[in-house]
């Protein structure tokens, strides 16, 4: 099999990972607060990096390669998508918050077009509009509400997931997936749990007390060591073989997967707006990932 081929298949199961991880927050949220939840979940998933490394005995070497952009990789994701969009959807409708979001791949493409110079094809700019347009026909039916300060967070958050595309591809050359992943859950877990300790005013037994619950273990467990672990990972080594644009294109897949799973899962209502957008978003994945022949 192919690098790209491999990669794109990574980057896919990525995105239908983080598309579970809408149903576990809202199990995990409905027992602590956002900040708390993201202090245990990279907690979680720092300390089971920590475990693969002394396992496999890996050692990491960062003398004379960028560090700056690896920190930098690590503010943008997870610490500030997480933050803004978590705050950003808080301030604004569900059906909003989704539209905001599902302009990802519009702003991948710039992203990628102007950061690392990677080639827009017609072919590439027609999905992403279709995407976008899928996205906000699963929305349809929906209450349309939002407070300035919530649609600038979610713009942030957009952009941040971008830019850890654009960041990630970039410093592919000089660090691992596994490299890459790491850093990124160590400022998460420095960040969420300085931010914890502040919000709880430095009350351990608080941030420990949604612990006791099973279906909150159930939830922050794959929060952390699927989605954290195992998604953030699969995006990194995706970056390592197709444009950040490409990785990018396939975001909304997520919405995708979370309408799926509250449906078959939840049992959430199902709407025909809803079926069309998710048929608009498969095709426009499927369309995109063909060979493409003649970039502009």
């Given at each position: ?64 390669k960028p560090v700056k952009l690896l920190l930098l990789l690590g503010l943008v994701q997870p610490v500030i998508y997480f933050l803004c969009e978590n705050y950003g959807i808080s301030m604004t409708s569900t059906s909003f918050s989704g ?198």
């Amino acid at each position: 099999m192919k690098k790209q081929t491999l990669a794109t298949l990574a980057a896919l199961l990525g995105y239908t990972i983080f598309g579970f991880s809408f149903l576990f927050s809202t199990i995990a949220l409905s027992q602590t607060t956002p900040i708390t939840l993201l202090c245990i979940r990279m907690t979680l998933a720092f300390t089971a990096l920590n475990l693969i490394l002394l396992l496999r005995k890996i050692r990491f070497d960062f003398r004379g390669k960028p560090v700056k952009l690896l920190l930098l990789l690590g503010l943008v994701q997870p610490v500030i998508y997480f933050l803004c969009e978590n705050y950003g959807i808080s301030m604004t409708s569900t059906s909003f918050s989704g539209i905001i979001i599902g302009t990802i791949p519009v702003f991948g493409l710039l992203g990628g077009r102007l950061f690392l110079k990677e080639s827009i094809s017609l072919r590439q700019c027609i999905c992403a509009a279709f995407s976008l347009l899928g996205v906000a026909m699963t929305t349809v039916g929906g209450t349309i509400s939002f407070s300035p300060l919530g649609v600038v967070l979610l713009f942030m958050a957009a952009i941040s997931s971008v830019l850890f595309n654009v960041i990630s591809r970039s410093i592919a050359p000089h660090f691992t997936a596994l490299e890459r992943t790491y850093i990124m859950s160590a400022l998460g877990f420095v960040t969420f749990t300085l931010l914890a300790l502040v919000e709880n005013r430095n009350d351990l037994s608080a941030i420990l007390l949604p612990l006791h619950s099973p279906s909150f273990w159930i939830s922050v467990s794959y929060l952390a060591l699927v989605s954290s672990v195992g998604a953030f990972f699969l995006l990194n080594y995706a970056n390592n073989y197709i444009s950040s644009s490409a990785v990018s294109m396939f975001t909304n897949f997520t919405t995708v997967i979370s309408i799926l799973a509250g449906i078959f899962i939840m049992g959430d209502s199902f709407t025909t707006p809803q079926l069309c957008g998710i048929a608009i978003i498969l095709v426009s994945m499927f369309v995109v990932s063909l060979p493409q022949k003649s970039p502009v």
